[in-house]
């Protein structure tokens, strides 16, 4: 967006005192890498700003100064094992070159992405975009690495284990984005909360950054991917916390991308689950204690909501949510997304240990920027708002059945059984105590071939 952080869609403010509608807003393009400049139809619910991405290519029909057509530019995409004159080969696959093809670089900026003519010879071992045979354009842009999640859950199969499962698949790969899975007009769910699986864009956006990515700048407006300005520029990059829960509820509730959308997906972060209760899944209550919380129930509190994976002996919830949360460079500025957290007043819970060691063992590019949270118990008593509550699914096909018995284990058990560990982190191995024991298996001598009977 053309002056992007210099004005607000909203009423003028202490930030801002240029306002511009959302029709009104002037869009950069570069074509064959000269800028160029156009508003975007708003047709169809704001339909192309909500497909147009930052730094991703596409093909466009503009009409009048408007663009009224867009769809993704299809082409050869991953890393440059060689470039010469005629050819680029990448990832094994052979594209001709000829004398008309262009070669460019995108850096994707936050605050509006450059793009920059390069030489061929700059591509080699480069992550690379190529459109054409002959290429027409190459780009030199990002391409993610391909990620799995260590859990997967089934789309739409409504059970309590395949909640949980699946609002895992996120974890440790997904940034926070005030607004993030809103749409680009501020209003309901975007391409991305409606997405089968994590959203690619997702993963991109996590794969780009670093330890120093903040979710807000307030001295650096046009260097931000903070909602300033009643619309969400960077809605595709990130998740927050409401945006999480929705995409979360859609993955269950349906098998392909891009169905029609539900109040009880993606809106705001205090009435979820008011909302969910009210679409007939389960009960909705302002009423309970951190002792009532059961395994996939979902809570609104004042400016936030999480899900609950369970809870411990010690009276700790475990959970996870979309959050900001302190990156370790020590600059003090928040960075966070999707994790694993505990919710406790005490010190060095049994759900803090828990997403201690889930995070870093299975999320360890995350752990390398962040470090696990606790939060207090305020995320189960702030119930400030006339909307905030908890929401527990009904146990039968109105809601999400439990096959799995999950609403009888504990937090850790159903980590252990997600994650397909064995090993408890909270029980580890005790001496034996006197008495007869029967059916037992010998394992071994301990630290065995650490050690020795003779002199060292």
Known sequence: VEDYGTFTCL??????????????????????????????????????????????????????????????????????????????????????????????????????????????????????KVYGDPAKVVYQAFVAKPYKSPVNGEPGLRTIKNYLATALEPV??????????????????????????VPQTWIDFFQQQDIDFSYRDDEHMSQTTYQFGGWNQYHYAGVDCSGYVGWSVYNIMNTESFQEDKPYYVAGANTRAKALGEGGFGEYTREFTAADFKPGDVMSMSGHCWICIGSCPDGSLVILHSTPSDNKNGTGKGGGGVQISGVSDTPNSQAYQLAKYYMEKYFPEWSERYDAVQRGMSYVTNISNANNGKFSWYNDARGLTDPDGFLNKNAEEILQELFGETKSILNPETPLADGSYTNVVYVGVEDYGTFTCLKP
Do not use: C
């Open 172 to 197: 440790g790969t997904s940034l926070y984005v005030y607004g993030g899975t809103w749409d680009w007009q501020d209003v309901a769910s975007s391409p991305q909360g409606r997405t089968i699986g």
């Open 11 to 128: 009423k003028p403010n202490s930030r801002f005192d240029k306002v511009i509608t959302k029709e009104d807003m002037v869009h950069r393009f570069s074509v064959d890498g000269v800028g160029r400049t156009a508003k975007v139809s708003v047709d169809n619910n704001y339909a192309l700003q909500n497909l147009l991405n930052e730094g991703y290519v596409y093909n466009i029909t503009v009409q009048g100064g408007v663009v009224t057509a867009a769809s993704a530019a299809t082409g050869v995409e991953g890393t440059a094992s060689s470039v010469s004159e005629t050819a680029i080969v990448v990832d094994g696959k052979t594209v001709s070159l000829n004398s008309d093809t262009k070669f460019f670089a995108i850096d994707p900026k936050v605050g509006g992405s450059v793009v920059k003519e390069i030489d061929r010879s700059e591509l080699k071992d480069k992550t690379v």
